[in-house]
């Protein structure tokens, strides 16, 4: 009797340890390694760079300026309820959204606390920190934005050789797309439309178009090494382009001295049209 309590015993302790580490070893995070790491600081350098310039309407020399008197930055990677990677940066009180395309992830989307707070200091950081942590923490780490990170900004230019292989990815699918189509056939537009496209970089995955005349700012998701195609995003500027953050993208955008010309296959227009 007492050796069948001591092996029932044995088993039971047995079964209490495996539960107590079994939870453990699930919770676990996925750590990024340090190759892996090193390009993710650069990416996430080049959103800032990025986001700075194409959405708050910075100059090149602002934010050249900005990253020589730049101070390191510590940054949290978190992941969030789909398995959604994210970095927040306490210094702005921002969330960038981080997208993988093939090996690396890139800045996706920005969450500006301080502006959806419209600068209320308070309400900003209680937002921002509500935020933070209903995410998992995955790594932290310390960033310094520098000068050289203004490469993002380098766009390429006629002669270039992704800059053909872009101009292609853009008129093939705007020539494709349905809201063009749509829109063209409402306005009674059978003539070719002039589009303005905003520099493109090796790397970001984003160009950002506007097509003359529509009250709409396009944003097109590529991958960079390739110049593959992934989708793409339309934004409203609205009736009242002053009060709409896409206008200060337009602007940039018509500036850039990039204009095509699209011709639409007339069939396709008439057939669409009421």
Same mark, same amino acid.
């Given at each position: 009797?007492?050796?069948? %309590?001591?092996?029932?015993?044995?088993?039971?302790?047995?079964?209490?340890?495996?539960?107590?580490?079994?939870?453990?070893?699930?919770?676990?995070?996925?750590?990024?390694?340090?190759?892996?790491?090193?390009?993710?600081?650069? @990416?996430?350098?080049?959103?800032?760079?990025?986001?700075?310039?194409?959405?708050?309407?910075?100059?090149?020399?602002?934010?050249?300026?900005?990253?020589?008197?730049?101070?390191?930055?510590?940054?949290?990677?978190?992941?969030?309820?789909?398995?959604?990677?994210?970095?927040?940066?306490?210094?702005?009180?921002?969330?960038?959204?981080?997208?993988?395309?093939? =090996? !690396?992830?890139?800045?996706?989307? $920005?969450?500006?606390?301080?502006?959806?707070?419209?600068?209320?200091? /308070?309400?900003?950081?209680?937002?921002?920190?509500?935020?933070?942590?209903?995410?998992?923490?995955?790594? @932290?780490? $310390?960033?310094?934005?520098?000068?050289?990170? %203004? =490469?993002?900004?380098?766009?390429?230019?006629?002669? !270039?050789?992704?800059?053909?292989?872009?101009?292609?990815?853009?008129?093939?699918?705007?020539?494709?797309?349905?809201?063009?189509?749509?829109?063209?056939?409402?306005?009674?537009?059978?003539?070719?439309?002039?589009?303005? $496209?905003?520099?493109?970089?090796?790397?970001?995955?984003?160009?950002?178009?506007? $097509?003359?005349?529509?009250?709409?700012?396009?944003?097109?998701?590529? !991958?960079?090494?390739?110049?593959?195609?992934?989708?793409?995003?339309?934004?409203?500027?609205?009736?009242?382009?002053?009060?709409?953050?896409?206008?200060?993208?337009?602007?940039?955008?018509?500036?850039? @001295?990039?204009?095509?010309? %699209?011709?639409?296959?007339?069939?396709? /227009?008439?057939?669409?049209?009421?």
């Amino acid at each position: 009797m007492k050796k069948q %309590l001591s092996v029932l015993l044995a088993v039971l302790v047995l079964s209490a340890s495996h539960a107590v580490c079994a939870p453990q070893e699930a919770d676990t995070a996925p750590q990024i390694s340090g190759e892996r790491m090193t390009r993710l600081e650069l @990416n996430i350098a080049h959103a800032i760079i990025w986001h700075l310039y194409w959405r708050e309407g910075k100059t090149e020399a602002q934010i050249h300026k900005l990253a020589i008197e730049s101070r390191p930055m510590p940054y949290t990677v978190r992941r969030g309820e789909n398995d959604d990677l994210s970095v927040y940066l306490a210094e702005y009180q921002w969330k960038i959204d981080l997208t993988p395309i093939g =090996s !690396d992830y890139y800045g996706f989307y $920005v969450e500006d606390f301080k502006a959806l707070a419209r600068n209320d200091a /308070t309400e900003a950081k209680r937002s921002y920190l509500e935020a933070l942590n209903r995410e998992t923490e995955i790594t @932290n780490g $310390v960033l310094t934005l520098r000068p050289e990170h %203004l =490469s993002v900004l380098a766009f390429d230019k006629p002669g !270039d050789r992704r800059y053909q292989l872009i101009v292609n990815v853009v008129m093939t699918n705007l020539l494709d797309s349905r809201w063009l189509k749509k829109d063209m056939a409402a306005s009674k537009v059978h003539g070719p439309l002039t589009v303005h $496209v905003g520099g493109f970089s090796g790397q970001s995955p984003w160009i950002y178009y506007h $097509v003359e005349g529509m009250p709409y700012v396009g944003m097109m998701l590529i !991958d960079p090494s390739s110049g593959e195609f992934i989708h793409d995003d339309l934004q409203y500027i609205g009736d009242n382009p002053r009060e709409s953050e896409y206008e200060v993208m337009r602007r940039k955008i018509d500036r850039s @001295n990039i204009k095509l010309s %699209l011709h639409p296959p007339t069939q396709t /227009t008439k057939a669409e049209s009421p």
